[in-house]
């Protein structure tokens, strides 16, 4: 992937609930949807499934998506204001 070919790469800097900031690497957000796309294999999802979720912007939609595409799932976001 793409991701770890950069790992080291800056790929996002978030605003923290206090304020702050939070910068993230592409080793970073690699890591974090392994870890998500673990879950998801351990709750039995497999290629070509389909994985409907309904959050808000925000980092977690990233995780969901990146570790969808690892495992081959077929993505189905669900608009928040539905």
Same mark, same amino acid.
Do not use: E, H
């Given at each position: 992937l793409? &991701? *770890? =070919? *950069? /790992? $080291? /790469? !800056? #790929? @996002?800097t978030l605003v923290t609930a206090d304020g702050g900031t939070q910068s993230l690497t592409f080793g970073d957000l690699d890591a974090r949807s392994d870890r998500l796309a673990q879950v998801f294999?351990? *709750? =039995?999802?497999?290629? =070509?499934? *389909? @994985? /409907?979720?309904? &959050? !808000?912007?925000?980092?977690a939609v990233? $995780? +969901?998506? @990146? #570790? /969808?595409?690892? @495992? #081959?799932?077929?993505? +189905?976001p669900i608009n928040v204001l539905y």
């Amino acid at each position: 992937l793409s &991701l *770890r =070919g *950069r /790992a $080291d /790469a !800056p #790929a @996002l800097t978030l605003v923290t609930a206090d304020g702050g900031t939070q910068s993230l690497t592409f080793g970073d957000l690699d890591a974090r949807s392994d870890r998500l796309a673990q879950v998801f294999v351990v *709750r =039995g999802l497999q290629p =070509g499934d *389909r @994985l /409907a979720f309904c &959050l !808000p912007n925000r980092l977690a939609v990233i $995780d +969901v998506w @990146l #570790a /969808a595409m690892k @495992l #081959a799932l077929i993505v +189905v976001p669900i608009n928040v204001l539905y």
